[in-house]
């Protein structure tokens, strides 16, 4: 299952472990995902969702009809909704 928000777009990113004598070894920064059930009351649906906490403040925010219009428009929406 790849560890890819579903609102957002945000992913797994590479970076490096550096050590205090300046050794670099290769390290992955996970992004903190959550996996939500939202209700959709526009068609009277639940859906799951795997978003970020970043996604979810937003929902909050701005509602989750809005922030799934906004997804769609820039192309990050997942294939679950």
Same mark, same amino acid.
């Given at each position: 299952m790849s560890k890819v928000c579903d609102i957002t777009g945000k992913r797994v990113r590479v970076g490096n472990? *550096? /050590?205090? &004598? =300046?050794? @670099?070894? +290769? %390290? +992955?920064? +996970?992004? =903190? $995902?959550h996996k939500k059930k939202f209700f959709i009351p526009e068609i009277g649906e639940? *859906?799951? $969702? @795997? *978003? /970020?906490? #970043? &996604? $979810? %403040?937003?929902? =909050?925010k701005n509602g989750l009809t809005e922030? $799934? #219009? #906004? &997804? &769609? +428009? #820039?192309?990050?929406?997942?294939?679950r909704v």
């Open positions: 472990n *550096v /050590s205090h &004598a =300046n050794n @670099k070894t +290769k %390290r +992955k920064f +996970k992004p =903190n $995902l639940w *859906v799951v $969702l @795997k *978003v /970020s906490t #970043k &996604a $979810l %403040r937003t929902i =909050n922030t $799934l #219009k #906004k &997804a &769609a +428009k #820039k192309g990050t929406l997942g294939s």
